[in-house]
């Protein structure tokens, strides 16, 4: 069974930082690519970051500078350093994954950027 725990979310104050991280099991990040994605109150989920099983990296052009998706294989997690945070990136944030054409989500992680 695949499972995916976020966590490090939080309340920020604008230009601040936070590193969320995606905990797996049942599967290897290191093998599978592993998405983040954020959801704003009345938005639709929109991608945020990826990072593929050989190690490339992706970000939306939201994130682009600001934001940088890492993997640690030996404790099968994926993180989301998010630096000089908008109050526009207020959202939950997932992580993603997909194993045997399965998608998996993790229950999300609150950020807030707020003074």
Known sequence: QVQLV?????L???GGSLRLSCVASGTLVSTNFVG???QAPGKEREWVATVVSGGATGYADS?????????DNAKNT???QMNSLK?????VY????EVRRTKYWGQGTQV???S
């Open 63 to 71: 994130v682009q500078g600001r934001f940088r998706v890492s993997r």
């Open 87 to 91: 109050p526009e990136d207020t959202a």
């Open 78 to 80: 994926v993180y989301l």
């Open 6 to 10: 976020e966590s490090g979310g939080g």
């Open 12 to 14: 920020v104050q604008p």
């Open 36 to 38: 983040w994605y954020r």
């Open 94 to 97: 997932f992580c993603q994954t």
């Open 112 to 114: 807030t950027v707020s």
